[in-house]
């Protein structure tokens, strides 16, 4: 701001309700001075912090209350701007007044029923003035007089109690906070962690278990029972805390922590090798490379099959990966023999036909890599979060790659020599425009 680098909130990593006088005493003034005494609360608001939040920083707030969301409107991007007026409005709104909504309530009666509509009006807006999101109004209801009302119509309707909905990321982080696990700092990490190791997947922004995190969930919480206690964490931060407060050693809590720990490790590992063999099941198929029977396994991305003759014969497959191939027209680079299309856990791939080379490669999709000199083609891929992506066959060498479908076809405009299909249309990566 004017030349100068300028930080507008306070320290973003924490989730105290704290909150310095001189922060408030300045924030009264200024909603005093922008609006009037009336729209002021009328004492300051302090707020107290829960047992388990780290309250060695303020709440988060602005450093400047003055400076208000339209004045930085000209100076942050909307990513930015929409973060700081979140902050802003969340702050000053603590020190207004409360709104004041008067509520009307009807009652229709119908023989031995009564029916009820509620309907409702601001008197005073009060910190909606800042915020006028936060306060949701029932709507209204006409000047009615008793025995006016006249019976139109009548809708029955047959509803049925639906399920818990899966855990968004907001609401996961939600529930941690409200059972003291984590901190602000480390709720992102655990959920990236979550994901980095496959326990959960995202599906229309829903979090799902998949079947390792059941396994892995299972078997963790029959081993270290006292470790996944929900309540577990809460008293190991808390511990923390005593500890950075001086009220108790840190050799006290690690031996409290330890002793537990221990008897638990060695007691997994006691039963290990028999948790081992109850994963393990024996199938009706044949490897198909030396004719053993094939076992279903757990491993770190799911169920597998592997030979029982391991380690002498090493052949292994997804459980989930179709057993029916295609003979595409492609050749295995490493043997010359045919490529046989399949279906995996990641999608779509080539593999080999001679189970001995067990050489696999991406789909190509019939179109070569646009960049000058290169002799790669476009291949099908899938990112780690499994999203389809095409990429250039000779990558590191090439790392050409977009997201949309390629086309084979040359853009009419820039020349350019590949299309993509988008929802609305093909268009061209290069010039943007879209092609008829």
Same mark, same amino acid.
């Given at each position: 701001?004017?030349?100068?680098? %300028? ?64 004045? @930085? ?90 399920? =818990? ?10 529930? @941690? ?53 929900? $309540?577990?964490?809460? %008293? =190991? ?31 997994? @590992? ?65 043997? $010359?023999?045919? @490529? ?35 002799? $790669? ?60």
């Amino acid at each position: 701001i004017n030349g100068e680098t %300028t930080g507008l909130i306070t320290y973003m990593r924490t989730d105290s309700v704290r909150i310095e006088p001189a922060a408030i005493a300045d924030c009264r003034s200024f909603v005093e001075q922008k609006w009037s005494t009336r729209e002021l609360s009328p004492k300051p608001r302090r707020y107290r912090a829960s047992g388990g939040a780290q309250d060695a920083h303020e709440a988060i707030r602005p450093t400047d209350v003055r400076r208000t969301p339209e004045e @930085m409107a000209g100076i942050l991007d909307d990513r930015h701007l929409k973060l700081y007026s979140l902050v802003w409005k969340r702050f000053v709104a603590t020190q207004m007044a409360d709104a004041i909504v008067a509520e009307t309530e009807v009652l229709v009666s119908s023989g031995e029923l009564v029916f009820r509509a509620t309907g409702q009006k601001v008197v005073s807006r009060g910190f909606s003035l800042v915020d006028p999101a936060q306060l949701k109004i029932v709507g209204k209801i006409p000047e009615l007089a008793e025995g006016v009302v006249e019976f139109l119509d009548v809708t029955a309707e047959q509803k049925f109690t639906k399920p =818990l909905s899966r855990y968004s990321e907001a609401a996961l982080v939600s529930e @941690m906070k409200k059972k003291a696990i984590g901190r602000p700092s480390t709720y992102v990490s655990i959920i990236s962690t979550l994901k980095k190791r496959t326990y959960v997947e995202a599906r229309e922004k829903k979090l799902f278990p998949t079947e390792v995190g059941m396994v892995t969930a299972d078997l963790l919480v029959k081993l270290f029972p006292h470790l996944f206690d929900v $309540g577990f964490t809460a %008293t =190991l931060e808390e511990l923390l805390d005593l500890v950075a407060s001086g009220k108790t050693s840190y050799k006290e809590a690690v031996k409290q922590l330890y002793t537990p720990l221990a008897a638990s490790l060695e007691e997994a @590992m006691r039963r290990l090798p028999e948790i081992k063999a109850s994963m393990v099941k024996e199938t009706a198929e044949k490897c198909p490379l030396c004719g053993k029977v094939l076992l279903e396994k757990m491993g770190k991305y799911g169920k597998f099959l592997a030979c029982s003759g391991f380690p002498s014969c090493r052949y292994t497959r997804p459980v989930n990966e179709d057993s029916s191939s295609t003979v595409s027209d492609v050749k295995c680079a490493k043997c $010359g023999k045919d @490529m046989l299309l399949r279906n995996g856990r990641y999608g779509r791939y080539l593999a080999c036909s001679d189970p001995a080379c067990g050489h696999t490669q991406p789909v190509p999709v019939g179109v070569k890599c646009p960049v000058p000199d290169c002799t $790669g083609e476009l291949v099908e891929r899938r990112s780690r979060r499994g999203k389809v992506f095409y990429s250039c066959s000779r990558y590191p060498d090439c790392d050409y790659a977009m997201w949309n479908k390629p086309v084979a076809r040359e853009c009419p405009r820039c020349g350019f020599p590949l299309l993509e299909e988008r929802k609305k249309g093909v268009f061209c990566p290069r010039c943007k425009k879209k092609i008829d």
